[in-house]
């Protein structure tokens, strides 16, 4: 386990389901660049999934591992809710469902290069598309699917990615089904290969049991 998440001062009171682990050289892009990153901004890095929303701070360090103290870190928080995008899918002219395309995907995406497995060294992604083209791939029945090239990252240096999905496709469906959101609006979760030399590669995320942490 890292620091990442562990502040005193952004303690939750409340329960949430599921906390995404990071790499310790989160949030920089490579192992490589791991020993720019203080302590103190590793501790208000967070990824968490609770029973109706999701949240994450990213904090931000102006003088990399310069300054390790939290007063100097600013923070990047971002709160969604399950019945907003990407959780469901968007609205066209803000009144009509936009299912036209398949339902929205939040996906777990994993660095490799030439049959490798880099995520070691660059950490996996979650990312988030709008729709998932009723499952077309990029080359019409093999390479990576096509929602992939229509995605953003939604966080970055993940080291769980596909447990921690199971664990918010847990809560999301239980919220959704709760609410009353028909199931052709509501996201699904899948995890991608990148990996050329293999065409890529792309496996649904099961959900299971929520266990708090």
Same mark, same amino acid.
């Given at each position: 386990?890292?620091?990442?998440?562990? !502040?005193?001062?952004?303690?939750?009171?409340?329960?949430?389901?599921?906390?995404?682990?990071? *790499?310790?050289?989160?949030?920089?892009?490579? +192992?490589? =660049? %791991?020993? =720019? +990153?203080?302590?103190?901004?590793?501790?208000?890095?967070?990824?968490?999934?609770?029973?109706? $929303?999701?949240?994450?701070? #990213?904090?931000?360090?102006?003088?990399?591992?310069?300054?390790?103290?939290?007063?100097?870190?600013?923070?990047?928080?971002?709160? #969604?809710?399950?019945?907003?995008?990407?959780?469901?899918?968007? #609205?066209?002219?803000?009144?009509?469902?936009?299912?036209?395309?398949?339902?929205?995907?939040? =996906?777990? *995406?994993?660095?490799?290069?030439?049959?490798?497995?880099? &995520?070691?060294? =660059?950490?996996?992604?979650? $990312?988030?598309?709008?729709?998932?083209?009723? %499952?077309?791939? &990029?080359?019409?029945?093999?390479?990576?699917?096509? *929602?992939? !090239?229509?995605?953003?990252?939604?966080?970055?240096?993940?080291?769980?990615?596909?447990?921690?999905?199971?664990?918010?496709? $847990?809560?999301?469906?239980?919220?959704?089904?709760?609410?009353?959101?028909?199931?052709?609006?509501?996201?699904?979760?899948?995890?991608?290969?990148?990996?050329?030399?293999?065409?890529?590669?792309?496996?649904?995320?099961? %959900?299971?049991?929520?266990?708090?942490?």
């Amino acid at each position: 386990m890292t620091s990442h998440g562990s !502040s005193d001062y952004m303690k939750e009171n409340g329960a949430y389901v599921a906390s995404a682990d990071f *790499y310790d050289f989160a949030p920089c892009p490579c +192992v490589c =660049f %791991g020993c =720019f +990153v203080p302590e103190a901004q590793k501790k208000r890095i967070f990824v968490r999934a609770y029973e109706n $929303k999701f949240e994450m701070n #990213m904090a931000c360090s102006p003088f990399c591992c310069f300054c390790d103290d939290e007063k100097c870190m600013a923070d990047t928080s971002t709160l #969604m809710f399950y019945d907003k995008p990407p959780f469901r899918v968007g #609205m066209c002219c803000f009144c009509i469902p936009f299912t036209c395309c398949g339902p929205p995907v939040i =996906f777990s *995406y994993n660095p490799k290069c030439c049959c490798m497995d880099c &995520q070691d060294n =660059f950490g996996a992604d979650i $990312k988030a598309a709008p729709c998932n083209c009723y %499952g077309l791939k &990029q080359c019409i029945c093999c390479c990576n699917p096509c *929602y992939e !090239s229509c995605s953003v990252p939604i966080v970055k240096g993940i080291k769980n990615p596909d447990q921690f999905l199971v664990q918010l496709k $847990k809560a999301t469906d239980a919220y959704h089904t709760n609410v009353g959101i028909p199931v052709d609006e509501r996201v699904v979760y899948a995890s991608v290969s990148d990996n050329f030399m293999a065409f890529g590669a792309e496996k649904g995320i099961e %959900g299971q049991e929520m266990s708090r942490p």
